[in-house]
């Protein structure tokens, strides 16, 4: 899979890291902040408030590894039930880009990448998070989510968060697998 080989006896499963939303916007000319990764808590189908961040300049370590590890997330829960604790990336965006971010998400969803899963509103806080002044806060889903489900289901996983490039045509939608 990609530059990776995979031994026999494992499976690979490739995600579409929130990066990916980084680059688009910059592409774009859209200044974006990546403050944390964290654990996003769920109540009936709607994000709640974070539970845990890790702030990335406070660390070199990927935040959705270390909270796969500890156990703390409850994927398969909230995709049964809409009740649970999913991986979350959050972001901040200057407030007069927002029409322009909104445009290229709308292209990342044609694309079949729903990675884009709040969008706030300006200077107003988004699940319990402060936002900067004229900025506006964005929640992306973190692409360990299917890791973290598998290791919930008692499979024993290897973690290699933004280790590689694939292109995007090779892969699948899991729901096709």
């Given amino acids: 899979m990609g530059t990776r080989i995979v031994p026999r006896g494992k499976v690979a499963l490739a995600t579409v890291c929130g990066v990916v939303v980084n680059g688009v916007l910059l592409k774009s000319s859209v200044p974006i902040e990546s403050r944390f990764g964290g654990v996003l808590e769920l109540r009936s189908g709607k994000p709640r408030r974070f539970v845990a961040i890790i702030k990335y300049d406070g660390t070199s370590l990927d935040p959705s590894e270390q909270y796969i590890r500890a156990g703390m997330t409850a994927v398969r ?100 697998v």
């Fill in 77 to 176: 829960d909230a995709a049964a039930s809409g009740t649970g604790r999913i991986l979350a990336n959050f972001r901040e965006i200057l407030a007069p880009s927002r029409i322009v971010v909104e445009k290229r998400i709308d292209e990342l969803k044609a694309a079949g990448m729903n990675t884009v899963y709040l969008l706030g509103n300006t200077s107003e806080p988004i699940c319990q998070i402060e936002v900067g002044m004229n900025r506006v806060g964005m929640v992306l889903l973190g692409g360990l989510n299917p890791v973290a489900a598998a290791a919930e289901a008692g499979f024993n996983v290897e973690n290699s968060a933004e280790s590689g490039l694939i292109d995007y045509s090779q892969l699948v939608d899991i729901d096709r």
